[in-house]
């Protein structure tokens, strides 16, 4: 069973424009952690933004915020005042609490920026 | 310091040669990682090292052969590989792999590896 979907396989936004980012998860863990990663056409991942579970708090790095709703299971990354830079693909990830250490991904959405 | 190095940036290699990709990093960290992602497809774990121990292999080929020889660097050694091997390999470090569910693994940017 999927444990992370990104629904949205591309975006569109404007320059200067807010947009939200989809993702939905899957877990039967009380405690676990959802990542955001950016990755340009260079390839590397770049870290955005972490959620614990049990943080009562939306996550905020700068432009970007995390709008985490536990009881859906959602955790949608949104980008306030895009940027040109911004275009790239976008992934959602889950690490599960425990001993594992493995970060599980969702299959990406790329966004674009337009002028 | 927080980066992660990895070398080469591009590797092209026929079926029967042996190469290395190497990953380094001075953070400190102690938890090393390798994925493999296959193009407009999310990273794949292979194998994880903690303190310089194999902790998961998830069922990667043995052509495929890891190596961490100390805490700051990550070998994969790859031979007789197939051309659905190519791929963009990275390489990852986080603090270590306990602690809960936190545990920010930083990337490097990866080695685009053609097999002919």
């Known amino acids: 069973a999927q444990k992370i979907t990104q629904t949205q396989p591309g975006m569109f936004v404007q320059e200067k424009e807010a947009v939200t980012l989809d993702c939905t998860y899957d877990?039967?863990?009380?405690?676990?952690?959802l990542f955001w990663y950016k990755q340009p056409s260079s390839g590397e991942m770049i870290f955005l933004i972490y959620?614990?579970?049990?943080?009562?708090q939306n996550a905020t790095e700068g432009r970007y915020s995390l709008n985490f709703q536990k009881a859906r299971k959602s955790a949608n990354l949104v980008i306030s005042a895009s940027q040109l830079g911004d275009s790239a693909m976008y992934f959602c990830?889950?690490?599960?609490?425990?001993?594992?250490?493995?970060?599980?991904f969702g299959t990406g959405t790329r966004l674009q920026v337009f002028p | 310091d927080t980066e992660v190095t990895q070398t080469p940036k591009h590797l092209v290699m026929g079926m029967t040669n042996k190469k290395s990709l190497k990953c380094e990093q001075h953070?400190?960290?102690?938890?090393m990682y390798w994925y493999k992602q296959k193009a407009k497809k999310p990273p794949e774990l292979m194998f994880v090292?903690?303190?310089?121990?194999?902790?998961i292999n998830e069922s990667v080929p043995s052509r495929f052969s890891p190596e961490c020889p100390n805490s700051s660097l990550l070998n994969l050694h790859l031979h007789a590989l197939q051309p659905e091997d190519s791929a963009l390999y990275l390489c990852?470090?986080?603090?270590?792999?306990?602690?809960?569910?936190?545990?920010?693994?930083?990337f490097g940017p990866g080695t685009r590896l053609t097999v002919l």
């Open positions: 990852a470090s986080s603090q270590d792999t306990s602690g809960g569910a936190y545990n920010e693994q930083f």
């Open positions: 877990t039967s863990d009380q405690s676990y952690g």
């Open positions: 959620q614990g579970s049990y943080d009562e």
């Open positions: 990830a889950m690490r599960e609490g425990g001993d594992t250490d493995k970060l599980i």
């Open positions: 953070m400190g960290h102690r938890a």
């Open positions: 090292y903690s303190y310089e121990k194999l902790s």
